[in-house]
């Protein structure tokens, strides 16, 4: 027997009821006339003489605790729906659970307000009459409506009911406004979508004696596999509370290893409130339903969720998002709830919704109490977002779509109406800025008063533009851009290159070499074009190859040494900004191989760079331009915004003063430490274990390396881990080669 809704589409309810092998159909004649079947039906209205008229007892059949209660379809990602297979003793699990948490009584009236095609509607129904209550069915003109459902609520006296996130405002305004009164209702499940603790506090400070209860779970783990009864009310999203009896939840990292408390993990679910699995679906239910790495009873299988979580210090767990629901925006993962907390945050705000649109441009949906502007609303937004999280447009609409389920229909929000004005610059850096924004932004058309981040920009993005207006003789600064977000404005606050000259000393021509440069070509070198040094950087972030090459050229252009060429050991700056276009390679081997080919050192920049997949970084570089401080420099400005770094020292200023340093003696009282140290050996390093393998010669080395770290015992100073490990291998060295180290 399968129940269906009168919202599914006939060739829907068509597929489900072949995919599923049903073998008889009860219905009703209106919707009978809509499905494309030949299965045997029941049409109550046809025949209710001949149901009347049947034996008022059960069917004589025995039903087992694991024996299936019911299939609910839920969407496929083959754009087939499945079909999940819930249990009997799953059910009864988790409405024992609730009876614990918030005991009715026999005679109590209870709402059904969901979809019979929603799992939550299974919670509702059996709630109800599996304890002998009353069963009041929720008419479908009126489910949409938060006004006639809440007023039924206080007519017909319910004492437990469901409510979707969208009512919720609506509950809370009836009670402040003492609207309707409800005396009897005590039991108030929530969940679906993520809630504002805030706005349910708002309901408990009127009704002390409602238990709330945020629910959490995927129709493959039973309705709710987590609860949370509600007590605080804090501006965060409301927990999900902790596993439902005789459940268990882990939060796992990509190992299937678990995480620590604080860091997201993906949700996975055990114990009998797990699903016996999918309709006629084996492939599906083994990428699905995993072994447990905790258990080694076949029969203890893990629901895979595709949801994030993480637990906070009380061991309540907090939901995150869905997996694939991340947004990544130019190299960032978002999390669109947290733009949704922000938003909801603000007193005009109602409820929030955020997407991306087809320019991967995040867009916020808000409904609102009052009348509120976009613009207020970003400004709220600024003080708490990070500056790629905020959104592209701010749209204010009277109410949102909802699906069937009543959640906000994603899909059906509209996209954002953009009024494009005629793109006529005033000037030659307007219109150069105009090119610039409409490249890099991915829009054909820019007007000189829209806004740079209404177009889809941020931080990211801004040094991207910083980069092709430099490279076109404009001066700019990301921070310019966010303090002037249009064309007309930055035009005016920026100024072209051959104007800053006029105010900088930029050196340019022959310049003296320092000591190590001194020394490097002293050595009379067969090969000076191949003294590289090479760092490999693993990014906290994917970030788009482009957007990086873009921040490098930029460091690049700030400092001297890397205008710096070689000519028959005379050290020369050219006049013109260097640049690198940064190059993709499949490993570390082939991008180390390629990158540490000989320089020409008669040429600008003596530097390279590669990426290998989207979070390893490699730099190449000679040794006459740069070192291992110069590096550390280097990647502290990558990790910078523009704004935020100092001004730097040229690169001829500081030779000059080091020459100085040098003639006036300031390093003269080193000089005796440095004699009295004994001759470099050419000692050779022995083996641990000569007829052994190589690897298992590493694995030695790593136990000594261990051990020397332990007795330098660090605690006792102020040490970086990088000295105690160069300290570490230098004993070990002096030991095995019984020299002095």
Not at 60 to 86: H, M, N, W
Not at 204 to 214: A, E, F, G, R
Not at 402 to 426: F, H, M, Y
Request: with cysteine; hydrophobic share 40%; net charge negative.
């Amino acid at each position: 027997e399968k129940k269906s809704s009168t919202e599914e589409p006939s060739e829907r309810l068509t597929s489900m009821l072949h995919d599923t092998a049903t073998k008889l159909v009860i219905t009703r004649h209106e919707l009978d006339v809509r499905l494309n079947t030949r299965l045997p039906r029941v049409v109550l209205d046809r025949e209710e003489s001949a149901i009347g008229s049947a034996p008022n007892v059960p069917p004589p059949r025995q039903i087992a605790p694991e024996d299936r209660f019911y299939l609910i379809s839920t969407s496929g990602s083959t754009g087939q729906p499945k079909a999940v297979c819930g249990r009997h003793m799953s059910v009864i699990n988790l409405l024992t659970d609730f009876e614990h948490r918030s005991k009715l009584a026999d005679g109590a009236s209870c709402t059904w307000w969901t979809s019979a095609t929603f799992d939550v509607s299974i919670y509702e129904i059996w709630s109800a009459l599996l304890y002998g209550r009353t069963l009041h069915i929720v008419p479908h003109e009126v489910r949409p409506n938060p006004e006639q459902v809440i007023g039924l609520l206080a007519s017909e006296g319910i004492h437990s009911t469901y409510l979707p996130a969208f009512m919720l405002p609506d509950l809370a305004d009836a009670l402040e406004n003492e609207q309707h009164s409800f005396e009897k209702l005590r039991r108030l499940l929530v969940g679906v979508e993520p809630i504002q603790e805030a706005l349910l506090g708002r309901i408990l400070c009127h009704m002390p004696d409602l238990k709330i209860i945020n629910g959490y779970g995927p129709a493959e783990a039973t309705i709710c596999c987590t609860l949370h009864d509600v007590i605080a009310t804090s501006d965060r999203i409301t927990p999900i509370g902790r596993p439902v009896q005789n459940l268990a939840v882990y939060l796992l990292d990509p190992h299937r290893q678990p995480v620590p408390v604080g860091a997201p993990g993906e949700m996975y679910v055990g114990g009998i409130g797990l699903a016996e699995g999918y309709w006629n679906r084996p492939e599906l239910n083994r990428a699905r339903f995993v072994a447990n790495p905790f258990s080694d009873q076949p029969e203890n299988d893990l629901y895979r969720t595709g949801d994030r979580a993480r637990y906070l210090p009380n061991g309540d767990l907090q939901f995150l998002g869905r997996i694939d629901q991340q947004l990544k925006i130019r190299g960032h993962r978002i999390e669109p709830g947290e733009i949704i907390v922000a938003l909801e945050n603000h007193p005009s705000v109602r409820q929030a919704a955020v997407r991306t649109c087809q320019s991967n441009r995040i867009i916020a949906y808000v409904t609102t109490l009052e009348i509120v502007e976009p613009e207020t609303l970003r400004e709220h937004l600024e003080v708490r977002l990070p500056r790629y999280m905020l959104p592209s447009q701010l749209v204010i609409l009277d109410s949102f779509p909802l699906n069937s389920n009543g959640k906000v229909d994603l899909d059906a929000l509209p996209e954002p109406e953009r009024q494009v004005t005629e793109s006529i610059a005033s000037s030659e850096i307007e219109q150069a800025l105009i090119k610039i924004w409409s490249e890099v932004l991915g829009v054909s058309q820019v007007g000189p008063t829209e806004n740079f981040f209404d177009l889809g920009g941020d931080s990211i993005v801004s040094i991207r533009v910083v980069a092709q207006a430099n490279r076109v003789g404009i001066r700019l600064t990301p921070n310019q851009i966010f303090k002037h977000q249009t064309i007309v404005a930055l035009a005016q606050a920026a100024t072209s290159i051959s104007e800053s000259k006029t105010t900088e000393s930029r050196m340019v021509g022959p310049l003296p070499l320092n000591a190590i440069q001194h020394w490097f070509f002293a050595q009379e070198f067969d090969h000076p074009e191949v003294f590289n040094h090479q760092l490999v950087l693993t990014l906290r972030r994917p970030i788009e190859t482009a957007v990086l090459g873009d921040r490098l050229n930029l460091i690049l252009a700030r400092h001297e040494a890397f205008r710096l060429t070689f000519h028959d050991k005379e050290q020369i700056l050219v006049d013109e900004v260097p640049t690198i276009t940064i190059t993709e390679f499949p490993d570390v081997a082939t991008a180390s191989k390629v990158l540490n080919e000989p320089f020409q050192l008669n040429k600008a920049p003596l530097i390279r760079a590669a990426v290998v997949g989207p979070e390893t970084l490699i730099l190449v570089a000679h040794h006459l331009i740069i070192d291992g401080v110069s590096w550390a420099v280097l990647v502290d400005e990558l990790n910078q915004n523009e704004e935020a770094i100092g001004e730097t020292v040229s690169f001829g200023t500081w030779t000059a003063a080091l020459d100085q340093a040098a003639q006036r003696g300031d390093f003269r009282h080193e000089a005796a430490f440095w004699k009295a140290q004994p001759p470099v050996s050419d000692a050779v390093l022995p083996l641990d274990f000569p007829k052994v393998s190589l690897e298992e010669n590493r694995e030695a080395t790593r136990q000594t390396v261990q051990s020397e770290i332990a007795l330098a015992n660090p605690s006792n100073g102020h040490a970086s881990a990088q000295e105690i490990l160069l300290t570490a291998v230098a004993s070990a060295i002096a030991e095995w080669t019984q020299t002095v180290s």
